[in-house]
């Protein structure tokens, strides 16, 4: 499919960073803030918030009321799914919290930002919710509701809360129960390693 050569911003939809990609489509109440790095091709979905500090790569889909935070990258080709949620801080407060402590630790980003990746071609199930500082590797695919807590290697499906692996996904979408990942792909024969 070629590039569309422009942005489209909905007029209903808030698009506050310079850095949107050739071809990108920013629909109705969405709010991309200055800061964050969009790629091209993608499309980010109604009610989708996206905070600075984010990064987008190319061809991504964004399904409406997804949020993702400062902190949060995610690679070329990956499908977010309705509702997704990523966290970007492991013990959070408010940061106008009158506790020393508190005012303290949100002085400084580094003292509760965690960063968080989606590898290429990954696919997050509605209403998922991906805790901070996960690896979400190449391909893997989330279970809609699944509460992802700990990294999940390339290929792997996950499912359930906390999420767990219940299988193994190819590069074209087709799941096996299997305990072991298959030599090759039912579906396309690709060699699966």
Request: charged letters at 20%; hydrophobic letters at 40%.
């Amino acid at each position: 499919m070629p590039a569309i050569s422009e942005i489209f911003v909905h007029p209903c939809g808030l698009c506050e960073s310079e850095a949107v990609g050739l071809g990108t489509r920013i629909w109705a109440f969405a709010h991309v803030m200055q800061g964050a790095v969009i790629g091209s091709d993608c499309n980010i979905g109604d009610h989708a918030f996206i905070e600075s500090g984010a990064r987008i790569g190319n061809r991504v889909t964004i399904k409406n009321q997804v949020m993702i935070w400062d902190g949060v990258e995610i690679d070329d080709e990956v499908f977010v799914g309705p509702g997704a949620c990523f966290t970007n801080d492991r013990f959070p407060r408010s940061p106008r919290m009158s506790l020393p402590a508190v005012v303290s630790r949100y002085s400084d980003k580094r003292e509760w930002l965690l960063q968080t990746r989606v590898e290429t071609g990954a696919s997050l199930g509605a209403y998922c919710v991906i805790l901070p500082a996960i690896t979400i590797g190449a391909y893997a695919m989330i279970a809609a509701g699944a509460v992802v807590t700990r990294d999940v290697a390339a290929n792997t499906l996950v499912a359930g809360v906390p999420a767990r692996r219940v299988g193994w996904v190819c590069r074209c979408g087709v799941q096996t129960s299997s305990h072991n990942l298959p030599k090759r792909c039912s579906r396309c024969d690709e060699v699966l390693d």
